[in-house]
């Protein structure tokens, strides 16, 4: 599975922006999705997933609310809608695909995009 994130940018806090990930795999629909993100100097972190059919997603405590994972399955493609942006949000996120169940650590998740970094400015 190769993965293609876009869709970051610099913005200013309060905004939305969404990001992409286009998956290149015959078998889209049975992969896990799931979005993580890493400041500088800090540790990737899980920010959002879902199932292979769409129906269950997952969020980290710290964009509930804001942020919205969603796929397109005929387009091969994940999204991550983010409103309300904060600096904090800053970072490079990064879209990741596992078959299987859910979870949000980033080791058991075995395909990476290569990140697409989000700065949101005060």
């Known amino acids: 599975v190769q993965l293609q994130a876009s869709g970051g940018g610099l913005v200013q806090a309060g905004v939305s922006l969404r990001l992409s990930c286009a998956a290149s795999t015959r078998t889209f629909s049975s992969n896990y999705m799931a979005w993580f993100r890493q400041a500088p100097g800090k540790e990737r972190e899980f920010v959002a997933a879902i199932s292979g059919s769409g129906l269950t997603t997952h969020y980290a405590d710290s964009v509930k609310g804001r942020f919205t994972i969603s796929r397109d399955n005929a387009k091969n493609t994940v999204y991550l809608q983010m409103s309300g942006l904060k600096p904090e949000d800053t970072a490079v996120y990064y879209c990741?695909?596992?078959?299987?169940?859910?979870?949000?650590?980033?080791?058991?998740?075995?395909?990476w995009g290569q990140g697409t970094l989000v700065t949101v400015s005060s």
């Open positions: 990741a695909a596992k078959l299987g169940g859910y979870t949000d650590q980033t080791t058991l998740y075995p395909y």
